[in-house]
């Protein structure tokens, strides 16, 4: 099946993030104590990175601590169900949330009758990266390489059903490669074994990955957004080179 290039950048096109919390808690006067805000992945992510500015400036402006509490794993289900079956908190939710909907079974809530969405904070734009061993400048000499080396080209994520995930998954569909999809518990995980060579491509938040691909730690093949993204004003669109 291919994906015409306007859909994949529709479900691909970044990581939005907002601030959800338990219905039961939402008629309550809040917040009169010290507030969890819980994160579904590890420290150093764009979801994590996002919170910990959203928190910040809760605590400034309530004069009430946020305080951070990372339950990674399950593409963010842990922290969602924690979140359900807790005293009131916060949870930092990402687009990755409405995708276990689907991805997963049996799950012990329900995300739309469970949680009440408060705001949207943050759009997070995704960055197609390879480690500098790749021997590819551009997305088409990405996928040339990935036709002639089926199944030897390891895609890291942050987890099964995240958003990354998915627009990785779409890349295969679309270009026609095997990639093995090789799922982490988050961010930073993944980012160790992509900047050691264990990992050969990634689809991941601009927040985490700017500074290794200044450093050229990483290569950006390209971004997913519709248009090019001010920081990183060389590197084209996913689209380019479909």
């Given amino acids: 099946m291919k994906l015409p290039r306007r859909r994949f950048l529709h479900l691909a096109a970044g ?24 994160v579904g992945f590890t420290p150093g992510g764009p979801t994590d990175i996002a919170a910990r500015l959203i928190a910040q400036w809760l605590s400034e402006r309530f004069g009430q601590p ?6 990674p794993g399950a593409g963010s289900n842990i922290a969602t169900e924690a979140v359900v079956n807790s005293q009131p908190a ?16 049996n799950l012990n809530f329900n995300l739309i009758r469970d949680i009440a969405p408060v705001a949207g904070v943050v759009r997070v734009p995704l960055v197609m990266v390879v480690n500098p061993s790749v021997p590819t400048q551009t997305v088409p000499e990405f996928i040339a390489y990935a036709k002639a080396n089926p199944g030897k080209i390891n895609m890291a994520s942050v987890g099964n059903g995240t958003t990354p995930h998915m627009a ?5 569909m679309m270009a026609g490669v095997d990639m093995l999809h090789v799922p982490y518990r988050g961010a ?18 601009m927040l985490s990955l700017t500074e290794h691909i200044r450093t050229g730690r990483l290569r950006a093949l390209a971004v997913t957004p519709v ?10 669109q996913t689209q380019r080179g479909d």
């Fill in 15 to 38: 990581a939005a993030a907002l601030l959800a919390i338990t219905r039961i808690a939402s008629g309550q006067g809040y917040p009169t104590r010290p507030v969890r805000l819980i």
């Fill in 90 to 105: 916060l949870l930092m939710v990402s687009t990755s949330a409405a995708v276990s909907a689907t991805f997963y079974h």
């Fill in 66 to 71: 946020f305080v951070i509490e990372n339950r």
């Fill in 188 to 205: 930073a995980p993944a980012l160790t074994d992509l900047l050691g060579g264990r990992a050969q491509v990634m689809f991941e938040g």
């Fill in 168 to 172: 990785g998954e779409l890349f295969k």
């Fill in 227 to 236: 248009t090019r993204s001010p920081l990183l004003p060389d590197v084209g």
